[in-house]
C-alpha cells in the first residue's frame, strides 16, 4: 500500500470514530431515559370510567373502587376510595397498572417515583405506587406509601435481601396536598423528600432491585398476594423514572408547580413570631407547626390548668 493511501485510511477511519462517538453523546443527551418513562395524570384526560390512559408511556390501568373526578382551579385529580364491602369482605381499590413483568417496565437499578398525593385518612399500610412483595421472608421490590402519620419508601435489593421502609421526617397532615419523591441511585443511597427538600436517607440496600414475583403493580393501594389495602384521599400524578433524580431537580419540580396546590407550602401566621411560640399537636390546619395564639404562662411558672 503507498503511504499516501496508508495517511488517507487512517485518516478515515480516525474520522469515523470521532463521527461515532459524538453521535453516540448525542443519542445519550436525547436518550427518553433522562425523563420519566412513565406518567400518570388523574384528570378527564386520561381517566375514562374504570381505565387509566398513560401520559407518557404504554402502560394504563384499571380503576378499583369509587372515583370522582375534581377541578382545583383548572387542575384535575382524582378522589379515589375503596369499594363497598360485600358479603363481609373489604373492597378493594386503586389502580391496578399490570400483572404481567414483561410489560411492567419496572426500574431494575436506580430509580425515582414522584406523587402529588393528598390522603384522607390514616392505614397502618398504606400505599401511593409500587410493584413489591412483603410476604414473611420474600420480600421484594418498591413502593411508596404512609403508615399512620408518616411517609415511608420501602426498598429491597439483592445487596440486602429484604425490605427497608424509610419514614419521612415529616408528620403527614390528612387532606393536604404534598409533593413525595423517592429515590435510589443504585449504589447504596435510599432517600425519600418531602414538599421539594431531602427528608429521610438510608445507606442498607445495595446493587440491582429485587422483582417481586408475583407482581401486583399498583397506584393508590398496598397490595402484594398477601395484602390488600386501599388508599383513600387525591391523587393529581405519579411519574417513574430510570435513574435517581437528584436535590436540585426535585426541588425545581416542586417549584415548578406547587403553585398549583393549595395549602401545600405552610403560611405565615397571623400574629408575628416571638417568645410566646408553642407547637401545636400535628401543627396547625395550615401545617406551619405554630398556633395562631400564644402561649401566656402564669407569672408564678406555674401552669394554667
Known amino acids: 500500500m503507498r503511504r499516501n493511501d496508508s495517511r488517507c485510511l487512517l485518516l478515515g477511519c480516525a474520522l469515523a470514530a470521532l463521527i461515532g462517538f459524538r453521535g453516540e453523546l448525542v443519542a445519550q443527551a436525547a436518550s427518553p431515559a433522562a425523563g420519566p418513562v412513565q406518567v400518570w395524570r388523574f384528570d378527564g384526560s386520561h381517566i375514562d370510567g374504570d381505565k387509566l390512559r398513560p401520559a407518557v408511556g404504554t402502560l394504563g390501568g384499571g380503576i378499583i373502587g369509587a372515583t370522582k373526578l375534581v377541578d382545583i382551579d383548572g387542575m384535575g385529580c382524582v378522589e379515589l376510595a375503596p369499594a363497598p364491602a360485600a358479603d363481609g369482605v373489604p373492597g378493594g381499590g386503586g389502580v391496578l397498572l399490570t400483572t404481567d413483568a414483561s410489560e411492567a417496565g419496572l426500574p431494575a437499578g436506580a430509580m425515582t417515583v414522584e406523587a402529588w398525593v393528598s390522603v384522607a385518612s390514616p392505614l397502618d399500610w398504606g400505599g401511593i405506587a409500587g ?13 411508596l406509601g404512609y403508615r399512620r402519620d408518616r411517609f415511608f419508601f420501602g426498598l429491597a435489593t439483592e445487596g440486602a435481601n429484604r425490605i427497608t421502609y424509610l419514614n419521612s421526617a415529616t408528620p403527614l397532615v390528612l387532606k393536604e396536598w404534598y409533593h413525595l419523591v ?6 447504596g443511597q435510599q432517600r425519600l423528600y418531602v414538599d421539594g427538600r431531602p427528608d429521610a436517607l438510608s445507606e442498607v440496600q445495595r446493587g440491582p432491585i429485587l422483582q417481586p414475583e408475583p407482581l401486583f403493580y399498583m397506584l393508590g393501594a398496598y397490595r402484594d398476594d398477601d395484602d390488600d389495602y386501599p388508599f383513600s384521599g387525591r391523587l ?4 417513574v423514572w430510570h435513574r435517581a433524580l437528584d436535590a436540585a431537580e426535585v426541588a425545581a419540580r416542586f417549584e415548578a408547580r406547587k403553585a398549583k396546590f393549595p395549602g401545600i407550602e405552610p403560611a405565615a401566621p397571623d400574629r408575628p ?22 402561649f401566656q404562662p402564669h407569672p408564678s411558672g406555674a401552669p394554667r390548668w
Open 131 to 143: 410493584a413489591f412483595r412483603h410476604s414473611g421472608a420474600q420480600q421484594q421490590g418498591w413502593v
Open 236 to 239: 393529581a400524578e405519579i411519574s
Open 273 to 294: 413570631g416571638g417568645d410566646g411560640d408553642w407547637v401545636t399537636w400535628m401543627g396547625d390546619n395550615q401545617r406551619s407547626g405554630r398556633a395562631p395564639q400564644g
Open 182 to 187: 423517592a429515590t435510589y441511585d443504585g449504589a
